[in-house]
């Protein structure tokens, strides 16, 4: 390293490569600093942050809002574990359930944690509740699923990739085809005792199914006495330009899974919410977590849920969406054979590319080289998924800067 210009983007590319596990491929951009829509490497350059840390960073980088929640409670108290009550949990909680529409809320610290924590709850509903028998509860699964990276998680994953050598898996997971009645109906049995879906797969694309599929979810589940467990960490609170994906197709699931944005981009903080007929199989000691609901990540959280209400972020993102939407359909017109399809809700979207014309990975480091950071999926899909606070001169930028990666493929 230059000991008088510092370190750059090399030398810390560098490191991560010398030390760290291989289990990701960045792209090349070394982030030193961010800020709301925009973030610099260590050169000074500056990119659009067209990714939102997968839906985290929803509010923007270091929200002034969220930056001072922070510093408050760090001038308090930030962990004591739940072994005592404490003064911002408690306020977090109602607030998170009285926008979700739920009893109860249980505190986690990551998205898989909080599905961790919905299928333990779900096999002992199952068990207490609607009587299968000790150990034989199942929960359906849809191919195409990303739920995180836990060993349980992964054991019902599609993806060879995300399986292979991690084995053995815990039993009691049936998949069907995501979007697909006939599907379910197939696949359930009378140990079935939960469906946890994604209202929109987005590790498998930005894929969202055909319109009714939840509500007649909802109504199937509701028939059978089987719990809907919707898992919002990545579609949830406004991505989707409404709170809840779910409020799309009027219904309401059993339990909800949120993550990422409810960290305000700060800290991770996830929860499981359900209603008291279904929370109520959870007693002292049956679970927990020494840092799930600290004091700091509540103090965060709740200024997080008061900014996307008070700066109506969600509002934003059914507003922006379709903007947004119809621009990146002008690059597919423009740009044909080379994108599939460009399809997404709010502003989350993917656009489909043509591996016969050019990979997603290529295409998404040249669009970094014109300061425009994004992420592909599956070699096929780059996904866009920008702060909801993105303004429309911002949008325009980075699908300007597309248009040219498109063009010149």
């Known amino acids: 390293m230059d000991s008088q210009a510092g370190p750059g983007s090399r030398d810390y590319v560098a490191l991560e490569a010398r030390y760290g596990a291989r289990n990701y491929h960045p792209i090349p951009v070394v982030v030193e600093r961010a800020r709301d829509c925009l973030v610099w490497d260590v050169e000074g350059r500056e990119y659009i942050d067209m990714m939102g840390a997968y839906s985290a960073v929803s509010h923007g980088h270091l929200h002034p809002r969220l930056v001072a929640a922070a510093q408050r409670q760090l001038e308090k108290v930030a962990v004591t574990s739940r072994a005592y009550y404490g003064s911002t949990l408690g306020p977090f909680l109602a607030k998170l359930c009285s926008l979700a529409g739920f009893d109860r809320a249980l505190p986690m610290n990551t998205g898989a944690e909080a599905v961790e924590t919905a299928i333990k709850c779900a096999r002992r509903w199952g068990y207490r509740v609607k009587g299968i028998p000790e150990g034989q509860a199942e929960i359906l699964v849809a191919r195409g699923n990303f739920h995180g990276r836990t060993?349980?998680?992964?054991?019902?994953?599609?993806?060879?990739?995300?399986?292979?050598?991690?084995?053995?898996?815990?039993?009691?997971?049936?998949?069907?085809?995501?979007?697909?009645?006939?599907?379910?109906?197939?696949?359930?049995?009378?140990?079935?005792?939960?469906?946890?879906?994604?209202?929109?797969?987005?590790?498998?694309?930005?894929?969202?199914?055909?319109?009714?599929?939840?509500?007649?979810?909802?109504?199937?589940?509701?028939?059978?006495?089987?719990?809907?467990?919707?898992d919002e960490v990545q579609a949830g609170l406004g991505r989707t330009g409404k709170w809840f994906a779910f409020e799309h197709e009027g219904i309401r699931p059993d339990a909800l899974i949120l993550g990422k944005a409810l960290g305000g981009g700060l800290l991770p903080v996830s929860a499981f919410l359900a209603d008291d007929e279904v929370m109520q199989v959870f007693d002292p000691g049956s679970h927990g977590s020494t840092f799930g609901g600290n004091a700091l990540a509540a103090a965060v959280a709740l200024e997080g849920l008061r900014v996307l209400e008070e700066e109506k972020l969600v509002e934003r993102a059914a507003q922006l969406g379709p903007y947004l939407m119809r621009k990146l359909q002008d690059v597919q017109r423009e740009a044909a054979p080379l994108i599939r399809d460009v399809r997404g809700r709010g502003l989350w979207v993917g656009v489909e590319v043509d591996p016969a014309h050019a990979s997603a990975r290529r295409l998404v480091e040249r669009l970094a080289e014109r300061g425009v950071l994004s992420k592909e999926t599956h070699e096929t899909v780059i996904r866009f998924a920008p702060p909801l606070t993105i303004t429309p001169a911002l949008i325009d930028r980075a699908v300007d800067a597309f248009r040219s990666v498109a063009l010149q493929r």
Do not use: K
Request: glycine share 10%.
């Open 151 to 230: 060993s349980t998680i992964v054991g019902f994953s599609s993806e060879p990739e995300y399986r292979a050598g991690f084995g053995p898996f815990a039993p009691g997971f049936r998949h069907f085809d995501f979007g697909d009645m006939r599907s379910i109906e197939a696949t359930a049995t009378p140990q079935t005792c939960a469906v946890l879906v994604e209202p929109i797969q987005g590790e498998a694309g930005v894929v969202l199914p055909p319109p009714g599929f939840f509500a007649a979810l909802r109504q199937w589940c509701t028939a059978n006495h089987v719990l809907l467990i919707d």
